[in-house]
């Protein structure tokens, strides 16, 4: 089994940038596909990014495609979301997960989550 703990979140003005961190302990983390959520007030959590066991691919929602980046140091059990160029409607709690299948853009086939991150755009 895993854990997860994000930080790095935080209140930012449109325009701005924020770097994630998502720190795995336990099993180590080169065993999962990882992920990253959000979920903004009175909405579902949505899929954001996702990233496979070596780091090589990756997968983004359309909202977020060419301004987020999702990476992992699997030397430092540690995934990573680069935010840049955030607005408004990127405002919502930021969650890491981790599968030990394949990477998925998909909540259901993560069973292991973080306790999430507020990020907060004002505009």
């Known amino acids: 089994q895993v854990q997860l703990v994000e930080s790095g979140g935080g209140l930012v003005q449109a325009g701005a940038s924020l770097k994630l961190s998502c720190a795995a302990s336990?099993?180590?983390?080169?065993?999962?596909?990882m992920g990253w959520f959000r979920q903004a007030p009175g909405k579902e959590r949505e899929f954001v990014a996702t990233?496979?066991?070596?780091?090589?691919?990756?997968r983004y929602a359309d909202s977020v495609k060419g301004r987020f980046t999702i990476s992992r140091d699997n030397a430092k059990n540690t995934v990573y979301l680069q935010m840049n160029s955030l607005k408004p409607e990127d405002t919502a709690v930021y969650y890491c997960?981790?599968?030990?299948?394949?990477?998925?853009?998909?909540?259901?086939?993560?069973?292991?989550w973080g306790q999430g991150t507020q990020v907060t755009v004002s505009s």
């Open positions: 997960a981790a599968s030990d299948g394949l990477m998925s853009t998909t909540s259901g086939k993560f069973p292991y």
């Open positions: 990233i496979n066991l070596n780091g090589v691919i990756t």
């Open positions: 336990g099993r180590t983390s080169s065993n999962y596909a």
